[in-house]
């Protein structure tokens, strides 16, 4: 099956896909790991996109779209595959649609995982993280047993700069713009499913079996 996965920051996306890859037998597709990988790689394509990030821009559609090319042509993505990052507009949605129809793997679904702004706010503003270990914990779902402290190692937990609440409302704001209407793109094509993604793990990923066997 292949599945574009979409949702908010914070809304599970990254957990679910991984979770659907393991139960379908299909990878996780993810674009950020495909351009740390291509910059690590030292291919022409991760020489191009580094040159971007080095001006301080962002790496084109053009350099992405050939990058998912590449992993989609892999034989672990013959039978599917779950995209987890990408499109994130509506131009970049085409772009793909364009492209997998013409490797002949066209999308059969695209799932959409709706939860409201505040569970999303709390959610990330409450997220700390183990500067050593990078051990995720959440204040108001996952808290540490010793305030501010790793489990494991005993370290000082950090927040991170991109989970303050004014960074988190910005790129809100800038999904619902520019990601939201992605969304609508695929609901035209009669390939969209909504997921209610509260809640606790297991019970979204049952949610997901239910809205992709329908």
């Known amino acids: 099956m292949r599945i574009v996965l979409l949702g908010a920051p914070g809304s599970g996306k990254g957990t679910q896909a991984n979770l659907l890859g393991q139960r379908l037998g299909i990878p996780q597709v993810s674009t950020g790991d495909l351009l740390r990988d291509a910059l690590a790689s030292g291919s022409e394509l991760g020489r191009r996109a580094k040159e971007a990030m080095n001006a301080g821009k962002l790496v084109s559609d053009e350099i992405v779209l050939k990058i998912i090319k590449e992993r989609l042509g892999m034989d672990d993505a013959a039978s599917g595959f779950v995209l987890d990052g990408f499109p994130r507009n509506v131009a970049q949605a085409k772009a793909l649609d364009k492209l997998l129809k013409k490797i002949d793997r066209p999308l059969h679904k695209a799932v959409l995982l709706e939860i409201d702004d505040d569970i999303l706010l709390q959610r990330l503003t409450g997220r700390l993280t183990c500067p050593e270990c990078g051990r995720v914990y959440n204040l108001y779902t996952n808290p540490p047993k010793i305030d501010e402290q790793c489990d494991r190692d005993g370290s000082d937990l950090i927040q991170r700069s991109d989970d303050k609440q004014a960074t988190i409302e ?45």
């Open 170 to 214: 910005n790129r809100l704001r800038v999904y619902r713009a520019q990601t939201a209407p992605v969304a609508d793109f695929y609901a035209r094509e009669d390939k969209l499913a909504t997921v209610d993604a509260e809640g606790e793990i297991d019970e979204i990923a049952g949610r997901m079996r239910t809205a992709l066997n329908a």
